[in-house]
């Protein structure tokens, strides 16, 4: 499908909206932000000292998982200020690529597999058997047990760092409308969707006959049961992985 001359609202939070909204102009699009969430750093005096605590442990981890961007930036200054040389033992994972590029920005020697999703990572053959390893997966509050879950299944013992919050963004009226007009909504979270449909029952607004576009087969199951009609799967929440799927519709 050709995107040039499509109006596309960008649901991110930022910064990464605001990327978004520069790489679709970039390719002829008029993108319009409405981020769904708000992430926020972890300011609760006792949260923090516990963060400190177990980053000044990390070197007691043989795989350390970072979940998304947003944790990368998070955990970044953590390290930077407990471990001036990273310890070498540990081996360091984005899910994404997105992810393990910015954790190589940061000086974080991480890796992954091909895919973009928890569940591409599963598949990888690093964590298939795990007996006695201990794993760190660093994330926002409140985020999904699912790799969790299974790499206990696998044998390790898992625990979690969490340096961030999500909040959602109650988006006023106006703001709201200017996407009434959009050919495309592209969702990157199953957080993001839920608020969406939040602020548009708010509203009363029905965009459930729009083009959306999600980031895995979990949102986009979810985007169905709520009443969308024209759903999408990317194989990613990237944008790359969004244009993919979106070059792959006949028309919106």
């Not at 923090?48 to 961007?69: E, G, H």
Request: hydrophobic share 40%.
């Amino acid at each position: 499908m050709q995107i040039s001359g499509k109006k596309i609202v960008i649901t991110r939070p930022e910064p990464e909206n605001q990327h978004s909204c520069l790489f679709y102009e970039s390719l002829g699009a008029f993108p319009i932000a409405i981020p769904m969430m708000d992430i926020c750093p972890i300011t609760d005096p006792q949260k923090k000292a516990a963060i400190q605590s177990k980053i000044f442990d990390i070197d007691l981890y043989d795989f350390v998982i970072f979940v998304s961007k947003n944790a990368v930036r998070e955990a970044a200054k953590w390290l930077d200020r407990c471990w001036p040389m990273l310890p070498e033992s540990i081996i360091w994972v984005g899910i994404g690529k997105g992810t393990t590029a910015l954790l190589q920005q940061e000086g974080i020697p991480a890796t992954t597999n091909s895919g973009q999703t928890t569940e591409d990572l599963l598949t990888w053959s690093a964590l298939s058997e795990l007996a006695h390893k201990k794993v760190l997966i660093i994330r926002g509050e409140g985020g999904r047990p699912t790799l969790a879950e299974i790499l206990e299944q696998r044998g390790a013992k898992v625990e979690y760092l969490n340096l961030y919050q999500r909040a959602p963004i109650n988006h006023p009226f106006d703001q709201l409308s200017s996407g009434d007009s959009a050919n495309l909504i592209l969702i990157t979270s199953g957080e993001g969707l839920e608020n969406l449909q939040a602020s548009l029952a708010k509203h009363a607004k029905m965009w459930c006959d729009k083009t959306i576009i999600t980031p895995s087969q979990r949102v986009a199951e979810l985007a169905l049961r709520h009443g969308w009609q024209s759903v999408a799967q990317a194989p990613g929440a990237d944008d790359n992985s969004m244009l993919q799927a979106i070059d792959c519709l006949q028309d919106i």
